[in-house]
């Protein structure tokens, strides 16, 4: 426990730096991800072709393959990246090419009707995305969505494989430091630290999708109609 409090301002940093990778990630994540996903749903094929090509090139690379690359390859194409930033890039290539599936599949879950009747009413293609299609996708998109963002803010450990000073790395740092200079290893009190805060973060995101969940089957449930039978029972 002498660790984490002798350490408590330089932890504070590591969390901090996670956070803002964090933060960083899912929102150049999320904002890919309704864009294209969107996109991947209209009618152009070299549209669709080229989106598919970058959905299926991303999830097929395994994340920390899909970081190495980007910090250590594009400086050998000219492209010098720090590392948060290198860390960023890689996490929204992957999070935005599974984001990119989530929005689509939840789109292409609205019934077919509601697009045709939309469309004899005369509404532009913005408008049936927005006001349609839109808010019926959200239920079926929510729940898998919040699930790629707990995702992403594990991802964010990996930061400490190309030198970013995040969480898991403060505390490896923290670890060393302690075992050299004081004779013990506080490995396990530590580590214990790291997942406690790791576990918060997630449950948070947890928690939130289910209240998310619960309001939006709250404000799509069907009014209950009373028929002339059961008004005149009332009475």
């Not at 996109?39 to 080229?50: E, F, G, I, Q």
Request: hydrophobic residues 55%; proline residues 5%; glycine residues 8%.
């Amino acid at each position: 426990m002498d660790a984490l409090l002798n350490n408590a301002v330089f932890i504070g940093k590591g969390l901090w730096m996670t956070v803002a990778l964090a933060l960083v990630t899912l929102f150049f994540s999320t904002v890919i991800s309704l864009v294209l996903g969107v996109l991947a749903t209209l009618r152009s094929r070299l549209l669709r072709a080229v989106i598919h090509a970058y959905v299926e090139f991303f999830r097929a690379i395994p994340l920390i393959v899909n970081i190495f690359f980007v910090y250590f390859a594009l400086p050998l194409f000219g492209v010098q990246l720090s590392p948060f930033t290198a860390v960023c890039f890689g996490l929204t290539l992957w999070g935005s090419a599974n984001g990119i599936e989530i929005v689509r599949g939840g789109l292409q879950a609205v019934p077919a009707h509601q697009w045709r009747s939309a469309w004899a009413l005369g509404l532009r293609p913005w408008e049936i995305y927005w006001f349609v299609a839109g808010p019926q996708a959200l239920k079926a998109i929510v729940p898998p969505f919040t699930g790629l963002l707990t995702l992403l803010v594990q991802a964010t450990s990996l930061g400490a494989l190309v030198g970013v000073t995040e969480f898991l790395k403060v505390g490896q740092i923290i670890v060393e430091r302690s075992t050299i200079m004081g004779g013990q290893s506080p490995a396990f009190v530590v580590y214990a630290f790291v997942l406690l805060v790791y576990f918060l973060i997630c449950s948070a995101l947890t928690w939130l999708s289910r209240y998310l969940e619960r309001r939006l089957n709250k404000e799509r449930a069907a009014p209950r109609v009373e028929t002339p039978t059961a008004l005149r029972e009332s009475t």
